[in-house]
């Protein structure tokens, strides 16, 4: 009896959305994986800008948004995986992204 061994590339990102409620993401092979935003509490912080704003990792198996300092593999997101961050380390995130953002706009009025 012959086998045949099966041949598996890694599914990867085409297209990615935020919406208010979910990430989308089309891949390469025609699928579409739809997971909820809450599942991601960074990309739920996100403002729609920064949301739009993501980058491929490598030729796609993972995505990237800069502002948000958050990644999710395509792989992750096929298992039904949740965001692993722990409490403590979203809270300093918090934290830090409160602070940046008074920066800004005291830099900002001492321009204007």
């Given at each position: 009896?012959?086998?045949?061994?099966?041949?598996?590339?890694?599914?990867?990102?085409?297209?990615?959305?935020?919406?208010?409620?979910?990430l989308?993401?089309?891949?390469?092979?025609?699928?579409?994986?739809?997971?909820?935003?809450?599942?991601?509490?960074?990309?739920?912080?996100?403002?729609?800008?920064?949301?739009?704003?993501?980058?491929?990792?490598?030729?796609g198996?993972?995505?990237?948004?800069?502002?948000?300092?958050?990644?999710?593999?395509?792989?992750?997101?096929?298992?039904?995986?949740?965001?692993?961050?722990?409490?403590?380390?979203?809270?300093?995130?918090?934290?830090?992204?409160?602070?940046?953002?008074?920066?800004?706009?005291?830099?900002?009025?001492?321009?204007?």
């Amino acid at each position: 009896m012959t086998s045949s061994a099966l041949i598996t590339e890694p599914a990867r990102a085409a297209r990615v959305r935020v919406t208010d409620a979910a990430l989308v993401v089309d891949l390469h092979d025609g699928r579409q994986v739809s997971v909820p935003l809450e599942w991601y509490p960074r990309l739920a912080a996100g403002h729609p800008a920064e949301r739009r704003r993501w980058e491929r990792i490598g030729p796609g198996v993972g995505i990237h948004w800069p502002d948000l300092d958050e990644d999710i593999s395509v792989e992750a997101l096929l298992l039904g995986q949740r965001s692993n961050e722990s409490l403590t380390s979203l809270q300093e995130w918090q934290t830090f992204r409160r602070r940046r953002t008074a920066k800004r706009a005291r830099s900002s009025r001492a321009r204007s």
